[in-house]
């Protein structure tokens, strides 16, 4: 039996954890989940726990600081489960050609019995634009290396402004499969059928090592146990957020307690933000990434 590994990547917040939540309970087969998280606390494996195995793996990219990491949780879970697939969610500033190639170089052991099954990139169109000029050849990675890239945000643009997204995205990947539909409103069955009919990968990374890690580019910060919040507040910060004063944040979310004795999940970056309700009672925690953080401002708005 060989087990297939599927790497769902895509940019900070463009819709990754919201896609496997969709596909991982219509899967076939024994399936466990590699969660990598850049901050020093993990978010999105206590969103999907009890849904199937997960590996967390914080403070670093696997593909660079922590790649020994991520290769011992593969070995890890090939052999303590034998499982038919394996899902990595990289985070969102991960090289995915690097990914590619530690999975690569572990497949060609007999003794593990895995191949690279789908690259898969969600793109959210709605920050294209900004993130094109902003990182360059960095954010382009995860674009040119897909096989398969689905697109979200579609509500902040037109037709006419994805359509030339869409062309933009084709002149830097020619081949890949890309899904022009918004898949949001779809469930997992309809995004496992999709997926079926795309042909397995060839894995040819097309992008050297990146000249600088992450982590010379992005900064994060990390906040367990922040105090609690009413949902206005939580509005207004969520908007106050885009602010300059706070540095450059990419990406904010985390876990909070209301004064409603609720727990909810928070999702921000500069181009869309919300947040939700959880049904259980979860560990209070917040992630931020991003560059030339003012750390102290962040802290004075989340701390007790």
Same mark, same amino acid.
């Given at each position: 039996?060989?087990?297939? $590994?599927? $790497? @769902?990547?895509?940019?900070?917040?463009?819709?990754?954890?919201?896609?496997?939540?969709?596909?991982? %309970?219509?899967?076939?087969?024994?399936?466990?989940?590699?969660e990598n998280?850049?901050?020093?606390?993990?978010?999105?494996?206590?969103?999907?726990?009890?849904?199937?195995?997960?590996?967390?793996?914080? *403070?670093?990219?696997?593909?660079?600081?922590?790649?020994?990491?991520?290769? /011992?949780?593969?070995?890890?879970?090939?052999?303590?489960? !034998?499982?038919?697939?394996?899902?990595? #969610? %990289?985070?969102?500033?991960?090289?995915?050609?690097?990914?590619?190639?530690?999975?690569?170089?572990?497949?060609?052991?007999?003794?593990?019995? @895995?191949?690279?099954?789908?690259?898969?990139?969600?793109?959210?169109?709605? *920050?294209?634009?900004?993130?094109?000029?902003?990182?360059? *050849?960095?954010?382009?990675?995860?674009?040119?290396?897909?096989?398969?890239?689905?697109?979200?945000?579609?509500?902040?643009?037109?037709? #006419?402004?994805?359509? /030339?997204?869409?062309?933009?995205? !084709?002149?830097?990947?020619?081949?890949?499969?890309?899904?022009? #539909?918004?898949?949001?409103?779809?469930?997992?069955? /309809?995004?496992?059928?999709?997926?079926?009919?795309v042909e397995?990968?060839?894995?040819?990374?097309?992008?050297?090592?990146?000249?600088?890690?992450?982590? !010379?580019?992005?900064?994060?910060?990390?906040?367990?146990?922040? !105090?609690?919040?009413? #949902?206005?507040?939580?509005?207004?910060?969520?908007?106050?957020?885009?602010?300059?004063?706070?540095?450059?944040?990419?990406?904010?979310?985390?876990?909070?307690?209301?004064?409603?004795?609720?727990?909810?999940?928070?999702?921000?970056? %500069?181009?869309?933000?919300?947040? /939700?309700?959880?049904?259980?009672?979860?560990?209070?925690?917040? *992630?931020?990434?991003?560059?030339?953080?003012?750390k102290e401002?962040?802290?004075?708005?989340?701390?007790?």
């Open positions: 039996m060989s087990t297939k $590994i599927s $790497i @769902i990547s895509g940019f900070l917040g463009a819709g990754k954890t919201t896609f496997l939540r969709k596909v991982i %309970p219509n899967m076939e087969g024994k399936t466990v989940l590699i998280e850049f901050g020093n606390v993990g978010i999105d494996g206590d969103l999907m726990e009890g849904q199937l195995p997960i590996k967390e793996i914080y *403070a670093g990219c696997i593909c660079c600081s922590v790649v020994q990491d991520f290769k /011992k949780a593969i070995e890890e879970l090939t052999l303590e489960y !034998r499982p038919d697939h394996i899902l990595i #969610e %990289p985070s969102g500033v991960g090289s995915l050609s690097d990914i590619v190639k530690v999975c690569s170089k572990l497949s060609e052991k007999p003794s593990m019995g @895995i191949s690279v099954h789908q690259l898969i990139t969600i793109v959210d169109v709605s *920050a294209f634009d900004d993130y094109l000029e902003s990182f360059g *050849a960095f954010y382009l990675d995860q674009i040119r290396n897909a096989h398969i890239i689905f697109l979200s945000h579609f509500d902040k643009l037109d037709h #006419e402004e994805v359509e /030339k997204v869409i062309s933009q995205i !084709r002149l830097n990947n020619p081949t890949a499969f890309i899904l022009k #539909e918004d898949w949001y409103g779809y469930d997992g069955e /309809k995004i496992i059928e999709i997926l079926n009919t397995n990968c060839s894995v040819d990374p097309k992008e050297k090592s990146l000249l600088s890690p992450a982590s !010379r580019m992005f900064g994060t910060f990390s906040i367990v146990s922040p !105090r609690v919040f009413s #949902e206005e507040e939580l509005n207004n910060l969520l908007i106050a957020l885009k602010n300059k004063e706070y540095g450059g944040i990419l990406r904010a979310k985390g876990i909070l307690e209301l004064d409603s004795k609720r727990f909810v999940h928070f999702d921000f970056t %500069p181009h869309h933000h919300y947040w /939700k309700y959880l049904e259980n009672t979860k560990q209070t925690k917040v *992630a931020v990434i991003g560059s030339n953080l003012n401002k962040i802290a004075e708005e989340f701390q007790q």
